[in-house]
């Protein structure tokens, strides 16, 4: 299965022109082969835009999700949107974990435009955000499968099949939420972020961390550097194979990264070394 990550440059407050940016990302990475496209964290309204995060609010069933569903039907791409700000007193489709409230949601399509899993960001940032004040945090850690037939369509079901957990971000600091997507088959997590100047030695090595510990791909997918008041992002997606090492990665521009994931891998890793079976939770 071919993956994409699209760093993605996102213009703060600019919430349509970001979410074409998007949308032409999942066109542009389905073109190259992608079978599944993960995009960055708030990628509509752009992280560090708190003062948008109200004006960007939409729930699950909203405009965003409804253009990537459009996108992954058209290009026939299964697709992580990215996250963004969800309404949760407006979301009706999915359950929420507050009856009303903001939240950092990540929803992963398959290519037929279905949703296979809505997550939302776990532990909330405090230092030098606003985003623990004025979010709610997620409590469902839930893998779904992805699969590609032999055509290269992927869907819901079909012969390649690829079990996919998503955290968010800060995220990466709580390895206990990986050890729960482990239990629940995960052998990829994808990570949409919006990771920040200077702490670049922690964004090369937490995802890793996860990827050795957890014997599985991981998938880090961060927003492109940008001219902007305030912290800069640091691009340098990277895709982790179940060893840890870096098969594809990128700098700080904006591009889409590219790396082949096989489930057959993390299999094959995971009886070579056994290391998982030695667990006494």
């Not at 435009?113 to 939302?120: A, T």
């Not at 090595?205 to 961060?222: F, K, M, Q, S, W």
């Not at 904006?254 to 890793?269: F, G, K, L, W």
Request: hydrophobic share 45%; aromatic share 6%.
């Amino acid at each position: 299965m071919k993956l994409a990550l699209a760093q993605l440059a996102i213009e703060d407050g600019e919430i349509e022109a970001n979410r074409a940016r998007a949308a032409d990302a999942v066109g542009e990475a389905a073109a190259d082969g992608a079978d599944l496209v993960a995009l960055p964290e708030i990628v509509t309204a752009g992280y560090f835009a708190f003062d948008a995060y109200e004006r960007a609010a939409e729930p699950v069933a909203g405009p965003t999700i409804e253009a990537l569903q459009a996108a992954a039907i058209e290009h026939e791409v299964a697709v992580l949107a990215g996250t963004f700000v969800e309404d949760l007193a407006a979301t009706t489709s999915v359950p929420t974990p507050a009856e009303s409230g903001l939240a950092n949601t990540a929803v992963l399509l398959d290519a037929d435009g279905e949703i296979r899993r809505v997550s939302r960001k776990h532990p909330l940032f405090g230092y030098d955000s606003e985003e623990a004040e004025l979010l709610v945090p997620g409590e469902r850690v839930e893998t779904a499968t992805i699969a590609v037939d032999d055509a290269g369509d992927t869907t819901g079901s079909g012969a390649e099949e690829l079990t996919v957990g998503v955290t968010t971000c800060y995220d990466l600091r709580f390895p206990e939420l990986y050890r729960e997507l482990l239990d629940a088959g995960a052998e990829l997590v994808l990570v949409p972020s919006a990771w920040p100047e200077p702490r670049v030695e922690h964004w090369q090595t937490l995802p890793r961390a996860r990827a050795i510990e957890n014997l599985c791909y991981v998938g880090a997918v961060n927003g492109a550097a940008v001219d902007r008041d305030g912290p800069s992002l640091l691009g340098r997606s990277t895709v982790f194979d179940p060893w840890g090492t870096p098969i594809a990665s990128s700098g700080p521009d904006p591009t889409i990264v590219t790396a082949t994931v096989d489930p057959e891998r993390v299999s094959s890793i995971r009886a070579e070394f056994p290391a998982l079976d030695d667990r006494r939770p």
